[in-house]
Nanobody
Framework: QVQLVESGGGLVQPGGSLRLSCAAS????????MGWYRQAPGKQREFVAL???????NYADSMKGRFAISRDNARNTVYLQMNSLKPEDTAVYYC??????????WGQGTLVTVSS
């Protein structure tokens, strides 16, 4: 099985930056892609960004140009660099691993609060 642990959330002022990390462990060879999702209070969980094993990336339109997803294969870790943060970016951010021939795996989430 795959386990995911997110870190890096916190309180940041509007216009600031944060970098989230997601460390994978377990049967990581079964991971096909990894991504980030977020869920704001009272809203549904939404897609943020994705990176495949081949390094291809995909972003939600509202995050393009502000967020960047990357991976460190040696550390089995995926990062989400978030710049120019806005209050509407406040949410719990979840890491997701797409598993070959199995349901995807979620991390426990990390809270990002953008407020002055």
């Amino acid at each position: 099985q795959v386990q995911l642990v997110e870190s890096g959330g916190g309180l940041v002022q509007p216009g600031g930056s944060l970098r989230l990390s997601c460390a994978a462990s377990g049967t990581i060879f079964t991971i096909n892609a990894m991504g980030w999702y977020r869920q704001a209070p009272g809203k549904q969980r939404e897609f943020v960004a994705l990176i495949t094993n081949g390094g291809n990336t995909n972003y939600a339109d509202s995050m393009k140009g502000r967020f960047a997803i990357s991976r460190d294969n040696a550390r089995n870790t995926v990062y989400l660099q978030m710049n120019s943060l806005k209050p509407e970016d406040t949410a719990v951010y979840y890491c997701n691993a797409a598993i070959i021939r199995s349901p995807s795996v979620w991390g426990q989430g990390t809270l990002v609060t953008v407020s002055s």
